[in-house]
C-alpha cells in the first residue's frame, strides 16, 4: 500500500500559507510519500501551486485532486496536462471531478444538468488531445468547432502523451460505474473501509462490464490521521467538518456526499445532519454527527488502532492511503506523517 498526502482545498489561499505548504510536500517527498494531490475547491487553483511543487521535488507524483470540468473548457485542461507532464518529467496525474451545483453555477456560472455525460464528453476530448488528433466532436453539451462559425478542427501544438493517468472523483453509483470503466483511479471520498462495497461494487461492476476488472483502477482513499490514546478527544475536533460536508457539500437536494454515507450504512445520521445544518443550526449538526461516523471515516487513536484501520483500508481494497496528518505545525504534522509510513511499511511486511 502506497501514501498521498493533499495541500489546498476550500481554505487554502491565506497570506503566507503556501510555502509551509510546500516544505510539507518536500519533506514528505524525503518519507516516501508516493503522491501529492492539489484541490481548488473555491481556494487555490490546482496547477499553479502544483508547478511550482513540481520544482522543489524530484520523485514524488504530481496529482489535482480535482480540477473542476466546470471551470475549464476540455482542450485547455488537455493542454494544462501536457504541460505539467512535460515540465515535471511525466509524474502528473490528471485528476478530474465534477464538482456540485452550489460551486459550479453559482462560482462558474456554468449549468450543473447532466454532470456524468458532461464528465463522459470532457473526457474523451481530452483523450483525443492527448493522443494528439484533431478536435473534432459532436456531443450533447460539447460541440467542436463551434458550429456556425469560422472555426476549424485543430490538434494541440505540443507532442502528444497517453501515458497521462486521468483519476476521478465520483460519488454517485452511475458515475462510480463509469470510473470502473474508463478511468485509471478513483479518488474516494465518504468512504469507509467497513462498507466498502457502498462505493467499489459500483467501480467493480463497471470495470467487468469493459472487460477490465477493479485492479485496473487504483483506489485512493483514506481520512485524517491522529495519534493518541484519548479516543474521544480526537473525534471531537473532526466532527464540525463531518457536518459541513453532510449538510454544505451540495445543496439541500444534491448532496453526493450525503448521499455516499447514506449507502455506507449511516442513513439516519446524514439526513438528521443535512437537515439541522440546512436549517441553519450548525453546531446542533455537528453534535448529531455519530462518533462512530468520524472513527470509521478517519485513522485516529493509539499506534495499535491506527495500525488496526491500516489493515481494515488493506483488506477493503484499497490501494494507496491518502492522509491527512494532523498538527498544528510543520513538525507535528511530519511526525504523524512518519508514524503513518512506519504503520504502512509495517503493514506491508505481515
Given at each position: 500500500m502506497k501514501v498521498s498526502i493533499a495541500i489546498g482545498g476550500a481554505a487554502s489561499g491565506r497570506q503566507r500559507d503556501f510555502e509551509a505548504q510546500v516544505d510539507f510536500v518536500v519533506e514528505a517527498e524525503k518519507l516516501g510519500v508516493?503522491?501529492?494531490?492539489?484541490?481548488?475547491?473555491?481556494?487555490?487553483?490546482?496547477?499553479?501551486?502544483?508547478?511550482?511543487?513540481?520544482?522543489?521535488?524530484?520523485?514524488?507524483?504530481l496529482g489535482t485532486g480535482i480540477m473542476q470540468i466546470s471551470?475549464?473548457?476540455?482542450s485547455m485542461t488537455a493542454m494544462t496536462a501536457l504541460t505539467m507532464a512535460a515540465i515535471s518529467g511525466d509524474r502528473f496525474i490528471l485528476g478530474l471531478g465534477v464538482s456540485g451545483p452550489q460551486v459550479v453555477e453559482g462560482l462558474q456560472g456554468r449549468p450543473f444538468a447532466g454532470p456524468l455525460t458532461r464528465l463522459k464528453e470532457t473526457i474523451e476530448i481530452i483523450r483525443m488531445a492527448l493522443a494528439g488528433e484533431k478536435l473534432e466532436y459532436q456531443g450533447k453539451y460539447h460541440e467542436l468547432p463551434?458550429?456556425?462559425?469560422?472555426?476549424?478542427?485543430?490538434?494541440?501544438?505540443?507532442?502528444?502523451?497517453?501515458?497521462i493517468p486521468i483519476y476521478l472523483a465520483t460519488l454517485g453509483p452511475a458515475s462510480l460505474e463509469y470510473t470502473g470503466a474508463a478511468a485509471d483511479g478513483w479518488l474516494g471520498t465518504s468512504f469507509t473501509p467497513e462498507h466498502a462495497d457502498a462505493h467499489l461494487a459500483y467501480i467493480r461492476a463497471g470495470a467487468e462490464a469493459a472487460g477490465r476488472s477493479l485492479a485496473?483502477?487504483?483506489?485512493?482513499?483514506?481520512?485524517?490521521?491522529?495519534?493518541?490514546?484519548?479516543?474521544?478527544?480526537?473525534?471531537?475536533?473532526?466532527?464540525?467538518g463531518m457536518a459541513f460536508q453532510l449538510g454544505a457539500m451540495g445543496s439541500a437536494k444534491t448532496n453526493f456526499y450525503n448521499d455516499a454515507y447514506r449507502r455506507g450504512g449511516f442513513d439516519d445520521a446524514a439526513a438528521k445532519?443535512?437537515?439541522?445544518?440546512?436549517?441553519g443550526k450548525r453546531d446542533q449538526a455537528a453534535e448529531a454527527v455519530p462518533d462512530e461516523m468520524i472513527v470509521q471515516a478517519n485513522l485516529l487513536g493509539d499506534a495499535a488502532m491506527v495500525t488496526e484501520r491500516v489493515r481494515r483500508y488493506r483488506d477493503a481494497g484499497v490501494d494507496t492511503l491518502r492522509v491527512?496528518?494532523?498538527?498544528?505545525?510543520?513538525?507535528?504534522?511530519?511526525e504523524v506523517l512518519g508514524q503513518v509510513m512506519d504503520i504502512v511499511n509495517a503493514v506491508d511486511a505481515e
Open positions: 508516493d503522491t501529492v494531490w492539489t484541490a481548488e475547491a473555491w481556494g487555490h487553483d490546482a496547477i499553479a501551486p502544483l508547478a511550482f511543487v513540481a520544482a522543489r521535488t524530484n520523485r514524488i507524483r471551470a475549464r473548457t476540455p463551434l458550429p456556425g462559425g469560422e472555426g476549424k478542427a485543430l490538434r494541440l501544438a505540443q507532442p502528444g502523451n497517453t501515458n485496473d483502477v487504483n483506489i485512493q482513499v483514506g481520512g485524517t490521521v491522529a495519534i493518541g490514546n484519548d479516543l474521544a478527544a480526537l473525534v471531537e475536533p473532526l466532527k464540525a445532519v443535512q437537515q439541522l445544518w440546512v436549517a491527512g496528518p494532523v498538527g498544528t505545525t510543520l513538525d507535528e504534522r511530519l
